[in-house]
């Protein structure tokens, strides 16, 4: 017997689709709060799009993902060289890179642990659509930020005397 607070499959399917757009129905009020249930919801909604989308897609987005997080690298550095080294003034900049990852909707891999695993949870996606998901982004980030790095290493970004200190 299952339990009935639990939702069905089908159910969920039609939180997934009613949720695919995230903006409230027209009149509706949004409240301030959200139940558990419903951020739950919203995840596995969210969780959905990911998983779905193609791997090129993903992987150009893992890639964006990982540009940003050397440009997060060179704010640090430069806020760094800017403040002396002071421990809390040099460390200011460090979250812009994530931010910009977040609100640019990038796939970071840290950031992709719990929406497809929700999703595989709930089996409305498979482990083997979970794992795919997850080197398609690790791939793009990986490649990002080796790109980002032979930019900054070989892009003459720092000067000499920068690169010799520490």
Do not use: K
């Amino acid at each position: 017997m299952t339990d009935p607070t639990e939702p069905d499959d089908e159910a969920m399917r039609e939180v997934v689709e009613r949720s695919r757009s995230g903006a409230p129905a027209v009149g509706e009020a949004v409240r301030d709060r959200f139940s558990s249930d419903e951020v739950f919801q919203r995840i596995v909604a969210a969780a959905d799009e990911e998983v779905t989308s193609g791997a090129r897609e993903l992987f150009f987005s893992g890639i964006a993902a990982g540009l940003a997080i050397t440009i997060t690298f060179l704010l640090y550095v430069s806020l760094t060289a800017a403040t002396d080294g002071h421990p809390l003034l040099s460390v200011v900049l460090y979250p812009l890179g994530f931010v910009y990852i977040i609100i640019g909707g990038y796939q970071l891999y840290t950031e992709n642990t719990l929406p497809p695993v929700a999703l595989t949870l709930e089996r409305l996606a498979s482990l083997p659509t979970l794992l795919r998901h997850w080197t398609v982004v690790l791939a793009g980030n990986f490649v990002g930020g080796a790109v980002g790095a032979v930019v900054l290493s070989y892009g003459g970004v720092f000067s000499a005397d920068a690169t010799r200190r520490r």
